[in-house]
């Protein structure tokens, strides 16, 4: 079974900025997605990105604003960074990285397997 650890959520105030990192490890094999959904009071659940390793593009959710953006390193384990820009108190929530085989679905919500989550609050 994929190991999904995220990190970096916090408390942060309206305006800040915020780096979550998500490292994967047991993939099977070299199709996969990778991909961020957050769930807040105000919104429900909401995708965010997904990155897709066949061809090295991620797609943004309605949620990103393109306030958000992701990166990746795959020198040594798998990593999916978030950067979370010019956060606002909607933004606050619980950020899930997820794994999905072999492409992002259709609505970046559908994934194989979850991470615990990180919480995410942003003050006004």
């Known amino acids: 079974e994929v190991d999904i650890v995220e990190s970096g959520g916090g408390l942060v105030q309206a305006g800040g900025s915020l780096y979550l990192s998500c490292e994967v490890n047991?993939?099977?094999?070299?199709?996969?997605?990778i991909g961020w959904v957050r769930r807040t009071p105000i919104s429900g659940q909401e995708a965010v990105a997904c990155?897709?390793?066949?061809?090295?593009?991620?797609?943004y959710g309605a949620a990103a604003k393109g306030r958000f953006a992701t990166s990746t390193d795959t020198f040594n384990k798998f990593k999916l960074f978030l950067h979370l820009n010019n956060l606002e108190p909607e933004d606050t929530g619980v950020y899930y990285c997820?794994?999905?085989?072999?492409?992002?679905?259709?609505?970046?919500?559908?994934?194989?397997?979850w991470g615990q989550g990180t919480q995410v609050t942003v003050s006004s």
């Open positions: 997820a794994v999905n085989f072999p492409y992002c679905g259709g609505s970046l919500l559908n994934y194989h397997q």
């Open positions: 990155y897709s390793n066949s061809d090295g593009t991620t797609r």
């Open positions: 047991r993939l099977p094999g070299s199709s996969y997605a």
